[in-house]
C-alpha cells in the first residue's frame, strides 16, 4: 500500500496491489500438516531416535530415547552426543560414523554403547 497524492501533493487516499494467495496458504497448510505428522511419528516410534546438528550437538530426541536411557529430550537438547553420552572407547568410531552421516555418506548396523543417566550402557543399533 502507498499513500495516493493529488496535484498539490496533499494526501487523497491510499492505493494498494492485492494478489490471491489461496493456493500458496493451502499449501502452507498441507506442508505444517505433514511436518506435525512426521514429528508425531518420530517421537512415538518404538525405537530410539535422535539427531545432531553440524557441530554434533542433540536436536532431535524421542520418547523411546528418554525411555531406555533415563535423560529428558529437555536434559539432552543441546549437549554434545558423542562427548557426553558415549563411552570413551567408542567416542573416535561414533564421531566418524556421525560425520560421514553429515557428509552423506550413509552407514547402516553400526553397534554402540549409549549411556543412560544411571552410568548402565545400553547397546544400540544405528542405521
Partial sequence: ATT??????NVSGVVGVGQDITERK???KQSETIANDLTKLIDTANAPIFGIDTNGFVNEWNQK???ITGFSKEEVMGRDLVQEFIS???RISVQVVLNNALQGHNTANFEFPLYT??????????N
Fill in 88 to 90: 570413551a572407547e567408542f
Fill in 117 to 126: 543417566k544411571d552410568g548402565r550402557p545400553v547397546e544400540v543399533l544405528l
Fill in 26 to 28: 493451502v499449501a502452507e
Fill in 65 to 67: 530415547a528418554a525411555e
Fill in 4 to 9: 495516493r497524492r493529488d496535484a498539490y501533493g
